[in-house]
């Protein structure tokens, strides 16, 4: 799975199967604190992702 | 919804909005066009390279796309200095943008009966925190979702239309929306303490949810005592005329301290 964390501008590459939040989980995002879309369509927390999707973390915190 | 609850705007006023680029403005802005149309959309340029232009390039998108007068007034053409200049002089960052941000936008909203900003649910609840925490409870006085303790000649009325919607409703509607806009923060948000409690916040929300909205919620039952907190007397700025507390305002002094050599 290839996934972007705009915040960081961090891009990485792992394999994972599960929801979003689980994946938020294994990464240690607050969900609070991000969207997350799957070739920009916008993803619930409960929605299962698979290893082969690219995935955008978006942070909402944002401005100044 | 805070318009109708706080009664924020009344029939048949000039409501300026304003804009930073964000996610909170762009929402602020369409949502407003949509339910009452004539607004007109005011941005202030500080000049923060690498950011700013790109957001105000985000925000003339999106007032073509949806034909809304915009204003962009600057810095620079203000004050004969980019934010940049201010800050190598010494100037505190957040502060003395916030203080000539709302100098500028109070200025060229002359005329407009209310400011309307993208403030939201987070920056609330954020707000109110940093206060308590800090021992600026009487600084509170002056959050909610209309600004200010009592009216003044000169002075604006700013209202907070979002001020019940999270930054990841309003982050989550503007990516639904297809808004022009950049998920990023100025680089001179530097702001170690409101991090903090930003990040706190965020972990109670997430171990309870609605934590934020009961925290605003208990803070608007005291705020009408704290809005009894004498605010000192209210005078006009003998440099520039504006509102001010003391006899000379803070964007003066800011500019006096920081934009000579």
């Given at each position: 799975m290839h996934i972007f964390i705009e915040r960081t501008n961090e891009k990485k590459q792992i394999h994972f199967n599960g929801t979003v939040v689980q994946l938020l989980a294994a990464l240690k995002i607050n969900p609070e604190a991000v969207i997350v879309s799957r070739n920009h369509e916008l993803l619930t927390e409960a929605e299962h992702i698979q290893t082969t999707d690219e995935i955008q973390i978006l942070s909402v915190v944002s401005g100044g | 919804?805070?318009?109708?609850?706080?009664?924020?705007?009344?029939?048949?006023?000039?409501?300026?909005?304003?804009?930073?680029?964000?996610?909170?403005?762009?929402?602020?802005?369409?949502?407003?066009?949509?339910?009452?149309?004539?607004?007109?959309?005011?941005?202030?340029?500080?000049?923060?390279?690498?950011?700013?232009?790109?957001?105000?390039?985000?925000?003339?998108?999106?007032?073509?796309?949806?034909?809304?007068?915009?204003?962009?007034?600057?810095?620079?053409?203000?004050?004969?200095?980019?934010?940049?200049?201010?800050?190598?002089?010494?100037?505190?960052?957040?502060?003395?943008?916030?203080?000539?941000?709302?100098?500028?936008?109070?200025?060229?909203?002359?005329?407009?009966?209310?400011?309307?900003?993208?403030?939201?649910?987070?920056?609330?609840?954020?707000n109110v925190l940093m206060n308590l925490l800090k021992g600026t409870l009487s600084l509170a006085s002056k959050l909610g979702p209309m600004s200010?303790?009592?009216?003044?000649?000169?002075?604006?009325?700013?209202?907070?239309?979002?001020?019940?919607?999270?930054?990841?409703?309003?982050t989550t509607y503007a990516f639904l929306m297809g808004f022009p806009v950049r998920f990023n923060e100025c680089p001179h948000a530097t702001d170690g303490f409101r991090s903090a409690v930003r990040d706190r916040l965020n972990d109670l929300e997430f171990r309870q949810s609605g934590t934020k909205l009961r925290l605003i919620e208990n803070f608007l039952m005291i705020l009408p005592a704290l809005k009894t907190i004498p605010e000192g007397m209210l005078r006009s700025c003998t440099n520039c005329g504006s509102p001010s507390a003391n006899a000379v305002c803070n964007a003066c002094k800011t500019v006096e301290a920081f934009a000579h050599a």
């Open positions: - | 919804m805070a318009i109708d609850r706080f009664s924020l705007i009344r029939q048949g006023e000039k409501i300026a909005v304003a804009v930073s680029g964000g996610k909170d403005s762009q929402t602020v802005l369409y949502l407003l066009n949509k339910l009452y149309g004539g607004v007109t959309a005011i941005s202030i340029d500080e000049g923060i390279p690498s950011y700013r232009d790109a957001t105000l390039e985000d925000m003339k998108e999106f007032c073509a796309r949806y034909s809304i007068p915009y204003q962009i007034h600057s810095f620079e053409h203000a004050f004969g200095q980019k934010l940049e200049t201010f800050l190598q002089r010494g100037a505190p960052a957040c502060r003395s943008c916030g203080v000539l941000r709302r100098h500028l936008l109070n200025k060229h909203a002359q005329g407009f009966d209310k400011i309307a900003t993208g403030h939201n649910l987070d920056d609330e609840c954020q200010g303790v009592m009216k003044r000649e000169g002075f604006v009325q700013r209202i907070k239309p979002l001020y019940f919607c999270s930054e990841k409703e309003i």
